[in-house]
């Protein structure tokens, strides 16, 4: 019996590294999974490209991971993100690997997270990651998934060190300059504006409160960017709620000749209301800078369209119409602000639609100009038909450019890639300890 007992530890020690080495070569690859529909305001359009980039993801990383000299073995269950736990639990003697992906600003965030055969380690890797470059970062993170377990060993004296260009994550508080920029200027805006509104113009204190305003709006936004991450879009989006309603406020009080000590306080307290209210949509979404572009040609087409309607209602353009262009200023950065949080656009998008409306103008002031030009005098009757020629041009040229630019941007671009597909067979032991049966699922995966 001691020979046996002796045989026995002897053909344990000897097997011992033949398994060990054999387990790593094995791994299962779970569906990538998407957050539920309760945790994302998506458009179903957005959820559908969201579910099809999962899918198309899955065929990436099977590919990935038999180039990495695995054998793979891909789980048939859901979508539903597992928990830590559950992927500790099944990492006996395979690799666990579970993609997870989600919307983020202009792109997606992707996740890998993998368990190695017989650790209780998770390891990550996340990244922000384009999809026209999904297919390259996915099979990069992967390879940094699975080479972490077994670092490299240095051989020899190490190599003199060469330049190489490291490509980083997107930084945090991309933002953080144009933050910075806008609250600063505002808080010389704040100081100011009490100043007039004390009803003392002696410059000894302008400049002096102008300073300290500068100053507190710029500590108060390196501690907004140090604590949230604000992003380009959401730092140009809270700018197109902070001075769009300046000039409205600013404007109505002049229209309304607001006395001059209490000119600037009324742009003030439209600045708090639109940036109180910019603030409330970005705590719900993040914007892309699609969507801030939006909210500041919204103000700018405002206050274009408020002014040619207030001098067609008095026939006339020979003063100013501040209390039109106040008006159109915040009714305009409202709604496209509004507008901005319920659509996907590109920043290149509107600048094309932009574009168009800008054009739209000018071809309606140019079909209408013979009205001008019939007498010298001012006529009441032609002017408004100018003026109503320029406001239809802006927003036909503005709907064209909209229409025009839709199909180019929602369609998903075709690849030449040819449909790919790979029979899968999967058996899954049974666990006692849980009280499962084992179980066989066979099928096709791929994208097609």
Do not use: C
């Amino acid at each position: 019996m001691r020979n046996l007992a002796v045989l026995a530890a002897l053909g344990s020690a000897l097997l011992a590294p033949a398994v060990a080495l054999a387990a790593p070569s094995e791994a299962t690859l779970l569906p990538t999974a998407v957050p539920p529909k309760s945790e994302l305001a998506l458009q179903p359009e957005e959820a559908e490209q969201l579910a099809k980039l999962a899918r198309q993801l899955d065929a990436i990383l099977s590919e990935a991971v038999q180039d990495l000299g695995l054998t793979l073995g891909v789980s048939a269950r859901s979508r539903v993100l597992p928990t830590d736990d559950a992927l500790i639990e099944r990492a006996h003697d395979s690799w666990i690997i579970s993609p997870r992906v989600a919307p983020e600003g202009n792109g997606v965030r992707l996740r890998i997270v993998a368990v190695a055969p017989g650790e209780n380690v998770l390891r990550e890797r996340s990244q922000h990651v384009d999809p026209q470059t999904l297919e390259i970062r996915a099979n990069l993170m992967m390879r940094d998934v699975v080479q972490s377990a077994h670092p490299a060993e240095p051989r020899g004296p190490a190599p003199p060190a060469s330049e190489r260009t490291v490509e980083s994550e997107i930084p945090r508080s991309q933002g953080r300059a144009v933050l910075a920029l806008n609250a600063a200027v505002l808080g010389g805006y704040v100081g100011f504006s009490l100043q007039r509104a004390s009803g003392s113009t002696d410059a000894r204190l302008t400049y002096p409160l102008v300073a300290l305003g500068t100053g507190i709006g710029l500590g108060a936004s390196m501690l907004v960017a140090d604590e949230w991450d604000i992003t380009l879009g959401d730092a140009w989006f809270l700018s197109a709620g902070t001075w769009w309603p300046v000039a409205s406020g600013v404007l109505l009080a002049k229209s309304y000749d607001v006395p001059n000590e209490d000119l600037y306080v009324y742009g003030l307290v439209a600045a708090s209301a639109g940036v109180s209210l910019s603030v409330a949509a970005l705590s719900s979404k993040p914007m892309s800078e699609g969507g801030a572009l939006l909210a500041h040609s919204g103000g700018a087409a405002g206050t274009l369209l408020g002014g040619l309607t207030e001098m067609v209602v008095r026939g006339s353009t020979s003063s100013t119409p501040e209390r039109g262009m106040g008006y159109g200023a915040g009714i305009g950065v409202v709604s496209a602000g509004a507008l901005a949080t319920q659509v996907n656009v590109t920043s290149s998008r509107m600048l094309l639609i932009d574009l168009a409306a800008s054009l739209g103008a000018l071809t309606g002031a140019a079909a209408a100009s013979p009205l001008l030009l019939v007498n010298e005098t001012e006529d009441p009757t032609r002017t408004r038909l100018w003026l109503t020629s320029i406001a239809a041009g802006t927003v036909i040229g503005g709907a064209i450019g909209w229409f025009s630019t839709r199909g180019a941007v929602s369609k998903p671009e075709k690849s030449d890639k040819p449909p790919r597909a790979m029979p899968y067979f999967n058996v899954e032991p049974a666990d006692p300890t849980r009280g499962t049966r084992s179980f066989m699922s066979l099928g096709l995966h791929g994208s097609w």
